[in-house]
């Protein structure tokens, strides 16, 4: 389907027909399991505060709905495209199934500078593109979230442009809102959060002591920056980070909560007194322990994959490893990947958690939350490594294929309508 052609599209597509000839899935289901159900490409007009008028473009995918509503965030950065949001809701379809979630995965976006918005304007946009959204999106039909250059802010004017819509109030309709209005306690931090706690568990079955390991960080934004302090707690020293702007080292460690001063008044962390400038690619082959790229897509291509110095591959973003440097780096066999549907499931298992409050009008403690968490993320990553021990396979193709399978088995079950 050329509408979605993309490199992120192509590379989601590129993994799947690997998941599909291992599963041997015939060829007929092939492409109903790879396609959107549905795509949406939206203009979205808004006034600017000088009083011009300038249309945006907002995308949305919904991947498949064979287990119910879909679920996925919504992205504002410049380079948002159909393609780009219709892997990233493949993705999210893998990874609702392979944590036994009910829902189908979608994603959408507003292709925009976020950080050249005004409040109001972001306010407007955000409005409008829920308004043009309105007949494909419901709390049994598709639920948003935030994803990059988005916030809980944001959610809010959703979940009230939404709200006001239908005449009465509808928290269900987002995920990652203030817990003022219905948000769940934790939602904020469980993705870094559960991204903590995976390369915990990675530590032990490597037999390695976090007290003595150190981490970088690329990207340190939401999930970026939750997870180093995570690791932190796990007695991992985080000798560099980065943002869009560039990164950081000390190789004695960065003081988290100085850098979480620095980063809040100057919005980046780059001219941070106690450590030395890196380049973002310098970053990524910095020796360390654990690597956690947690910006963007295609981050660790064919061109570095032979120079990363890690020994653990957090992958916090979504789809932040191609598939040539994925080959490499099996090739290598010195390096553990914690694949990005299964190191980053803390903020759909939480969301997921937010939506089933927020329909029973009944709300959770903290610890509720996070011991659940960890107990469905536990199940996924022990699954996941058994299959990848048993048939001797990547952890990567291991978690793909347990959630491919499962919303395979789940459509042959359903049948073809009609
Ligand atoms: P965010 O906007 O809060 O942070 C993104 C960070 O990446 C920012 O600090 C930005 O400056 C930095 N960045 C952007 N381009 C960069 C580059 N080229 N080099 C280095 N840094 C760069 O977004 P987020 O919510 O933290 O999401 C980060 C990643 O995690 C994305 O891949 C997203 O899809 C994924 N993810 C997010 C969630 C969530 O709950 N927010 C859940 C699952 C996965």
């Known amino acids: 389907m050329d509408i979605y052609d993309h490199p992120t599209f192509r590379m989601a597509c590129q993994q799947f027909d690997l998941v599909a000839d291992f599963l041997q899935i015939p060829e007929a289901e092939r492409a109903r399991l790879k396609f959107p ?50 892997a990233l809701a493949m993705w999210m379809s893998w990874k609702c199934a392979l944590t036994g979630l009910p829902y189908g995965g979608a994603k959408g976006g507003i292709a925009c500078d976020p950080h050249k918005l005004s409040a109001g304007e972001l306010e407007r946009l955000t409005r409008r593109y829920t308004q043009e959204m309105i007949p494909f999106i419901g709390p049994q039909v598709d639920i ?7 916030n809980e802010q944001v959610m809010a004017w959703m979940m009230d442009s939404y709200s006001m819509h239908m005449g009465h109030t509808v928290p269900s309709i987002v995920t990652g809102k203030p817990v003022g209005l219905g ?34 960080v690329q990207g340190y934004g939401n999930v970026g920056s939750v997870a180093a302090f995570s690791l932190a707690k796990y007695g991992v020293r985080i000798v560099a980070v980065s943002d869009v702007n560039g990164g950081i080292y000390n190789p004695k460690g960065l003081d988290l909560w100085k850098l979480e001063k620095y980063n809040a008044e100057r919005r980046t962390v780059v001219g941070f007194p106690e450590a030395d400038p890196v380049t973002n690619d310098q970053l990524l082959v910095t020796p360390c322990d654990i ?65 089933v409050q927020d329909l029973q009008s009944f709300f959770w403690t903290e610890s509720e939350v ?24 990547s952890m990567r193709l291991a978690a793909l294929s347990l959630g491919v399978r499962r919303v395979q088995e789940a459509k042959r079950t359903r049948g073809l309508f009609p």
């Not at 948003?144 to 988005?150: C, I, L, Q, R």
């Not at 990553?381 to 396979?393: A, E, P, V």
């Open 144 to 150: 948003m979230a935030p994803d990059v250059g988005t």
């Open 37 to 86: 159900k549905r795509s949406m490409t939206v203009a979205l007009p808004i006034k600017r505060d000088d009083g011009s008028t300038e249309v945006f473009s907002g995308y949305r995918v919904q991947h498949h709905l064979t287990l119910g509503p879909t679920k996925g965030g919504l992205r504002y950065h410049r380079e948002v495209t159909l393609g780009e949001v219709a």
């Open 183 to 216: 948000g769940s306690v934790g939602r904020r931090e469980a993705t870094g959060r559960g991204v903590g706690y995976l390369i915990n568990r990675t530590m032990d079955v490597l037999g390695r002591d976090t007290n003595t390991a150190t981490a970088v």
């Open 291 to 355: 690597l956690v790229p947690a910006a963007l897509e295609r981050q660790i291509t064919k061109a570095n994959a032979g120079q990363i110095q890690c020994r653990i591959l957090a992958e916090a973003a979504n789809g932040p490893t191609t598939p040539e440097a994925d080959a490499i780096l099996e090739q290598r066999g010195d390096i553990f990947v914690i694949p990005d549907i299964l190191c980053n499931a803390g903020g759909v298992i939480v969301s997921y958690f937010e939506w």
């Open 370 to 393: 996070v011991d659940k968490l960890f107990r469905i993320l536990e199940g996924a990553f022990t699954q996941t490594l058994n299959l990848s021990r048993k048939q001797k396979i």
